[in-house]
């Protein structure tokens, strides 16, 4: 059984950071593609960032959270670390851990391929 279990999220001030954690049990092999997704109130998700946790495929940003954000992950502990500074009211969103097979070799951005899911993490940035 799959299981993303996320931490970390919280209510910040803009300007500030948080660090948001995803361990994940039970994936299938292949299934080495995991990262982050967002959903701002009243809209859908959105990607944030991706990376091959077997090291294989670059590292993907969203362009709203590059240079502010940065992915990483630790296999000993089979988790990876979303560090989000100069957070933004507009960064504002749950946060949902997800994890899937590579797509023609990359990451895929596209919110339907993953078939892994967290329960979702409030991020909340006031003015």
């Known amino acids: 059984q799959v299981q993303l279990l996320e931490s970390g999220g919280g209510s910040v001030q803009a300007g500030g950071s948080l660090r948001l954690s995803c361990e994940a049990s039970?994936?299938?092999?292949?299934?080495?593609?995991m990262g982050w997704f967002r959903q701002p109130p009243g809209k859908g998700r959105f990607d944030v960032a991706l990376?091959?946790?077997?090291?294989?495929?670059?590292?993907h940003y969203a362009d709203s959270v590059k240079d502010r954000f940065t992915i990483s992950q630790d296999p000993a502990k089979n988790t990876v670390y979303l560090q989000m500074n100069s957070l933004k009211p507009e960064d504002t969103a749950i946060y949902y851990c997800?994890?899937?097979?590579?797509?023609?070799?990359?990451?895929?951005?596209?919110?339907?391929?993953?078939?892994?899911w967290g329960q979702g993490t409030q991020v909340t940035v006031s003015p």
């Open positions: 997800v994890a899937g097979r590579p797509l023609a070799s990359t990451c895929t951005v596209i919110v339907g391929w993953y078939q892994h």
């Open positions: 039970g994936l299938p092999d292949g299934h080495t593609c």
């Open positions: 990376l091959d946790v077997s090291g294989g495929i670059g590292t």
